[in-house]
Structures are given as C-alpha cells and as structure tokens.
C-alpha cells in the first residue's frame, strides 16, 4: 500500500467519526463517508486479510509505520481510541458498510471501555472489525480461571439460544491461560484442583484447557498449534448444549437410548466449532475426536486415522473425569487417576503421549497428599519433573498430626529436603482437608 492510500483511509476515517459527531445518523454526509471508507477498506484488502490502526505512545502507527503529525491531522481517531481504552483498529476482509456503521455508534456512543467494546460490537454482528483493548495490568490467575469459565459459560449459553459464539472472548481468554501456564504452570495446575460440582461442566472445560496447555507445552508444540489445543480443550464439550440436563445429571446408569444420546456431543461441538469465526479448522478436528481411543474404540466410531494431538484432550478429560466427584463415582485421588491410566495406555491413550503427561504431571501430582519420612503430612504443590520422586510440599501436619500455625514450603529436590523422602500417599478424608479451600488461598 502506498502513502496515498494510506493516507487516504486515515482521512475519512478521521472525518466520518467527525460526521458521526456532527449531524444525526441519516445526514447524507454521515452515510457518504461510511461509504467511501468501506470502498478504500475492500481495495486495500484485496491482498491481505488485515490492516492495522495503533496507538502507541500517544501517536498514530498504521501497518507498522508511524504516521507523521498524527495529532494534528488526526484527532479524531486518536481521541477515540485514547477515551475508548483501545490500542489498536483493526479491520479484516469482508467488512461491510453496517460493520464499519456499527464500530462508530460504538466508538462515539455509550460509555463503555477496554474488554466491554469487543463484546458491544459482537452483540451488533460486527466480526470484521477489532477494537483491542489496552492491557489495564495482568490479571492474577484466579481472575484468569474465573473469567475462562465465565467465557466458557457465555459460549455454551449463546448456543443454548440457538446462536453461534463469538471467538474474539475464546482467543483472547485461551492467551491468557497460555501466558498464566507459561509463567507457572504449577500454580495453574493446582487450580484444576478446585473442583465446583454445580458448575461442573464449564470448570472441567476450563481444567482440561489448563493440562492440556501445559502438556502441549511438554510435548513441544508450536506456538500456533498450542493456541488450537487450548481452544479445542477449552470447547470440548461444547457439544454437550445439544444434550438434555436431565441427562447429564441423571444420578445413576444411563439407558441405551440415554447413552447414545450423550455419544453425539463430539459431532454436535465439532459442527458449532465450524459455524464460528477465525477458528482453526484443527479445532473442529479435535473436538469431534476428543473421546475416540487410541485403539479406535470410543465414539465416534472411526477407522481413520487420528489427529496426533486429539490425544492430548483425551488424556487431559479423562483425569480431570477421575479425579473430580460425578453423580456415578466418588473422586480419584491424583495418585489413584495416573494408576488407572497407565494401565489403559497403549488402548484408551497414545503412549507416548501419556508418558508425556506423566512427566508433565508429575509421579506424585498436585494436589496429592503425602506422608514424607519425618511423618510430617502435607500436599503437593509444585512438581520437579527431572526428579519426579522429589516434589514441593506444603507441610500442613506435623509428626504428631497437629496443625501447623504456619505451613512450611519443603522442596525434596533442594539442600532442605536432602535426605526427606515421601513414604505413602494420604487420603484427604482422613485429616478432613479442604483440597478446594485450600489450593484456592494457595494460588490467590
């Protein structure tokens, strides 16, 4: 693209906000401008999927260039984009005249800021134009795990109402658990042990999401393939929507009919994934084979062969299922789920991708209580992968079984664990712990 062109669109797009402003939305000048914009958008578009207005610093960037007296030949886009918390414009190929209508009423309307005018444009349709809101300071990883299982709620619930979701919510969340998952792992995992059985459904989805993540990172996927496995773990059991609650949450054996209704929920996500704006194809993929084995058994049946990282979902589903209380079975321990697993590895799951996890999980993983050799109880917190027998504990009990008025952080792997050794896993029940409570005031 050329100066004049771009010089061009910052124009009118610096004179149709100043119209919007002006004269009622009806004025002929309002629409002629909207109009024009729309024509130099498409044209510019023809050879690329997107075009890129930043602010940064205060002045004006487009398509990575800085654009000289941006303050004074274009104020109103700065102003906008400064009063809205937004740091970036962007527009995709395909946007309409409506769209662009859409993101002024937005950008000159309500007083809504940040994360809330991404939403305000997807309630009006618009899936061509970005607003990107300015990071207002990292959220801590609570706050990451709670506004992904608010995401996960919003998107099963758009479905409900016969919608299709918006993906801009999914992405955005899935790069913040990336990012938590990347800054510690160990903390993110301990949150999967915060298990919530009214909510179960939107809180597994968001723990399967958190493992998976994390072991696609110890199998060394791409940034990008990452992002697909996030979304596909995070949405697996969207399909679900298209199944009665009556039957999710029968407390009891299910009927054939019952059975084959549940077995459709793949196919259901995978044709919902399909319908929905800038998802990777993979991700449709993933989801529609996220309960097919490794020996093919499982539903749907198949005989093609499997995308190599529907695997990681399986595997990630099926502890998060074990080690969390359902109306048909009583919780794994962390210890027990891995031991029923690996007795399944080579059917139900890919070996080398289980062994993956096992590493990635640890030989005594988080949220496991243990009895170390001083007789001292406490759970585990943080997982030493190069020497799996050696994890952090949290020291809540001492040799007597007392409580502990301030619980001690031991690292069997470090000079003050040298010598310390875990000798038997404990049951939770028997020392009547909060595994919920007590990992969310861990990771708070």
């Known amino acids: 693209m050329n100066g004049a062109d771009s010089e061009a669109i910052l124009k009118n797009l610096n004179a149709s906000l100043k119209n919007k402003k002006l004269y009622p939305p009806s004025h002929p000048a309002v629409a002629s401008a909207v109009r024009k914009l729309c024509q130099l958008l498409t044209d510019s578009l023809r050879d690329k999927t997107s075009m890129v207005t930043a602010l940064v610093h205060g002045a004006l960037v487009f398509e990575g260039n800085p654009v000289p007296d941006s303050e004074a030949l274009y104020p109103e886009i700065l102003k906008y984009l400064a009063e809205k918390k937004s740091d970036a414009l962007i527009f995709e190929k395909g946007l309409t005249e409506k769209e662009i209508t859409s993101l002024f009423d937005v950008l000159t309307g309500a007083q809504i800021q940040g994360q809330e005018l991404q939403k305000e444009l997807h309630a009006r349709g618009v899936t061509h134009i970005t607003l990107r809101s300015i990071p207002m300071g990292k959220r801590n990883f609570v706050e990451v795990y709670n506004g992904a299982v608010d995401v996960v709620k919003s998107s099963m619930g758009e479905v409900r109402m016969g919608k299709i979701p918006s993906s801009g919510p999914v992405h955005n969340i899935v790069d913040e658990i990336t990012e938590s998952v990347f800054s510690d792992q160990s903390a993110m995992i301990g949150l999967t042990m915060i298990k919530n059985y009214d909510n179960y459904l939107y809180n597994h989805s968001v723990n399967v999401s958190i493992m998976s993540l994390a072991l696609g990172r110890e199998i060394n996927l791409s940034k990008e393939e990452l992002h697909a496995v996030g979304i596909a ?7 679900k929507t298209g199944v009665s609650e009556q039957i999710i949450r029968k407390p009891g054996g299910l009927s054939s009919e019952e059975w084959d209704k549940i077995k459709e929920h793949p196919l259901l996500g995978s044709n ?29 049946q198949t005989s093609g062969a499997l995308h190599p990282y529907s695997q990681i979902i399986t595997i990630c589903d099926a502890y998060d299922a074990l080690t969390t209380l359902r109306v048909y079975q009583k919780p794994h321990s962390p210890i027990e789920a891995i031991k029923v697993m690996t007795s399944l590895s080579g059917r139900h799951f890919n070996p080398d991708v289980f062994k993956g996890f096992v590493k990635m999980i640890g030989l005594y993983p988080i949220g496991t209580m243990v009895c170390l050799s001083t007789g001292e109880i406490g759970i585990v917190t943080k997982v030493n992968p190069e020497t799996p027998s050696t994890p952090v504990v949290k020291v809540l009990y001492d040799r007597n079984g007392s409580t502990l008025d301030k619980p001690l952080d031991m690292n069997l792997a470090a000079d003050e664990g040298k010598g310390i050794s875990v000798v038997a896993t404990v049951n939770p029940a028997t020392v009547s712990i909060d595994i919920n409570a007590f990992f969310e005031k861990e990771v708070a």
């Open 233 to 239: 773990a995070l949405l697996h059991d969207i399909g």
């Open 272 to 300: 919902i994934i399909k319908r929905m704006e800038k998802l990777q194809e993979l991700v449709s993929r993933l989801v529609y084979e996220h309960h097919i084995r490794y020996d093919h058994s499982g539903y749907p």
